[in-house]
């Protein structure tokens, strides 16, 4: 329902882009987050937008290498990496919330009704 997508290698520095696509979520959606989580740990917030691709916020992880945006046409929100590192090497979700704010879902305030399948980024020269 939520289909992940973007470079599977990258080498430190330029920029990749991952993609979140709302193929089938049967509810109506609030806001969208990109997530990072690290084997053995969490799902960590980075960037959340609402549905209609207003209202960016990111948290303080990556904060200043990060871009997210909306495609509506598309149903896709994307996830612009700038100068990826090897620490950055990690799988990369998408969350979807029925209600919520993306501040409120970045704050962990909502945790996501909806999960993509993650998409695993390597940053190695």
């Known amino acids: 329902q939520l289909v992940e997508s973007g470079e599977g290698l990258v080498q430190p520095g330029g920029s990749l882009t991952l993609s979140c696509t709302n193929s089938?979520?049967?509810?109506?959606?609030?806001?969208v987050g990109w997530f990072r989580q690290a084997p053995g740990t969490d799902r960590e917030p980075l960037a959340c937008?609402?549905?209609?691709?207003?209202?960016?916020y990111y948290t303080n992880s990556m904060k200043g290498r990060l871009t997210i945006s909306r495609d509506n046409s598309r149903k896709t929100v994307y996830l612009q990496m700038h100068n990826p590192k090897p620490e950055d090497t990690d799988v990369y979700h998408c969350?979807?919330?029925?209600?919520?704010?993306?501040?409120?879902?970045?704050?962990?305030?909502?945790?996501?009704?909806?999960w993509g399948q993650g998409t695993q980024v390597n940053v190695s020269s």
């Open positions: 969350g979807v919330v029925r209600v919520g704010t993306p501040q409120a879902l970045c704050l962990g305030r909502y945790a996501p009704d909806y």
């Open positions: 089938a979520v049967p509810t109506s959606i609030s806001s």
């Open positions: 937008i609402n549905n209609s691709g207003g209202a960016p």
